[in-house]
């Protein structure tokens, strides 16, 4: 996969090529920077989806449970480039429920370069969450090709009310990093962020989801949280083999 990233760069005369992906297997993860290091190739950037994502189009089952949380499978992302000394290469861009400027400013603090956001501008133009997208039956006309469906999506209402979203949204995440005494969104921390984790106790984010040094994970001993994904972890094949109390 890292080899034909270098090959769709070349093919396209150097355009930006990155990867998506929701994080599973952790070791996985490490794997395709692993070999990114061996091969001296790296992509222009890498979207971290989350668990929580997917359209009205993927099995529930799928939407409710499938992957890592937006939180976690970004903060570990950015930890293991960091860690490998491999993040000044490539930027991270946050995909996962991002709706509101506080999503986007937890997705900075916790890593994230820019964020993608898919479902708060589809019920911008109109969405219902009808949950219907994969039966080109979609009652607002949002994800349909049905020219009677289509109809009802008048563009030129419709845009403007996403603008509007847009704007609005933007501008919270500002008067966010305002209020925390910050006039640049790169000085934001992840513990500027509290969250609270039990009846009488907060946490910040760097107290949950705790930080990595640069070329912290290129020593021999790799911190304990990450060292039985590390053991896992093989350049060369996709999947692992989890050791069971059986074997």
Known sequence: ???F???????????PVGFKLCIGYKSEFISVCQAMIELDIYPDFITIDGGEGGTGAAPQEFSNYMGA???DGLAFAHNILRG?????????????KVVTGFHI???????????????????AVGCIQALLCNTNKCPTGVATQDPSLT???????????VANFHEGTVKGF?????????????????????????LNEM?????????TTVGSLLAETIPERYASDFKLANINKWGVVIPTKFQ
Do not use: W
Not at 179 to 190: Q, S
Not at 203 to 211: A, K, L
């Open 1 to 3: 996969m890292v080899q």
């Open 5 to 15: 990233i270098k090959k769709l760069r070349d093919l396209s005369g150097g355009k």
């Open 69 to 71: 949380p937006l939180l």
């Open 84 to 96: 490998l000394n491999i993040r000044k290469h490539i930027r991270i861009i946050a995909s996962g």
């Open 105 to 123: 400013y937890r997705a900075l603090a916790l890593g994230a370069d820019a964020c993608n956001s898919a479902r708060a501008m589809m019920m």
């Open 151 to 161: 109809v009802g999506l008048v563009v030129s209402d419709k845009k403007q009310r």
């Open 174 to 198: 500002v008067e966010l990093l305002g209020a925390a005494g910050l006039d640049n969104m790169d000085n934001l921390t992840r513990s500027h962020i509290y969250r609270r984790v039990s």
């Open 203 to 211: 946490s910040t984010f760097e107290e949950i989801f705790p930080s």
